[in-house]
């Protein structure tokens, strides 16, 4: 499969507990992008990453979240102490060049459920 | 502050007919309009868009109309089948030199669904 994978694409976590979402971008894209969307949203820009740089993180919400992009492995939205309004499906998107003409790659997203 | 409103959140249209979904956008200098199809389980993915230049722009049964006065976009899929079924989401960014074109800020999504 050539597409944006992500991985778990279902996880459940208790209040508190730690969330970690991956996210390998398509063969030969080196620029990741992670959206949220909340229930009943549309999705909402969380962080722009190229290898080992994080170049935007204008919509990363200011604690418990963190998100890193390794010269070898994939993209990685960190979430500490979980909490009920962090459920919310999180989907990486990659892209070639940055922004490429505005067509972003999604993947099938990482559905976190906080009980 | 919802930057792109779109509606109406469900539409339910039989097969071979128009369905047309809208939007409007409050920041001007919002240049680029994408729409993305996103069915269940999957990711949104490209459907058409369209730069303010144009009024208006087609790809096969999918046209895109553009109010730049109105600040207003809209979706028409022509002669709707069932498998057009999904959410569609319109979306709005910077695209220009040096924008934030990767920053797109959707609208809230329209769940269209195709009688047979």
């Known amino acids: 499969n050539a597409g944006v994978m992500q991985n778990p694409r279902h996880l459940v976590r208790r209040r508190g507990q730690e969330a970690r979402l991956r996210c390998s971008p398509m063969?030969?894209?080196?620029?990741v992008y992670w959206y949220r969307q909340l229930p009943e949203e549309g999705l909402k820009f969380m962080v722009y990453l190229q290898k080992e740089n994080i170049i935007d993180e204008s919509g990363m919400p200011k604690e418990r979240f963190s998100a890193e992009f390794p010269k070898e492995g994939p993209s990685i939205l960190r979430i500490q102490q979980v909490v009920r309004g962090d459920s919310a499906a999180y989907f990486c998107?990659?892209?070639?060049?940055?922004?490429?003409?505005?067509?972003?790659?999604f993947g099938e997203g990482s559905r976190l459920t906080v009980l | 502050q919802q930057q792109v409103k779109q509606s109406p959140q469900s539409l339910i249209v039989q097969k071979g007919g128009i369905s047309i979904i809208n939007c409007a956008y409050e920041?001007?200098?919002?240049?680029?309009f994408p729409w993305y199809q996103q069915f269940p389980g999957k990711g949104p993915a490209l459907l058409i868009a369209i730069r303010p230049d144009v009024s208006e722009k087609k790809e096969g049964r999918f046209t895109i109309s553009f109010n730049k006065s109105a600040k207003q976009f809209s979706l028409h899929i022509m002669d709707s089948q069932p498998g057009d079924s999904a959410t569609y989401f319109c979306a709005a960014s910077l695209f220009g030199s040096g924008g934030s074109n990767y920053k797109l800020t959707f609208g809230k999504g329209t769940l269209l669904t195709v009688n047979p």
């Open positions: 063969k030969g894209h080196s620029h």
């Open positions: 998107a990659s892209s070639p060049l940055r922004g490429y003409a505005g067509e972003l790659f």
């Open positions: 920041n001007t200098a919002f240049d680029y």
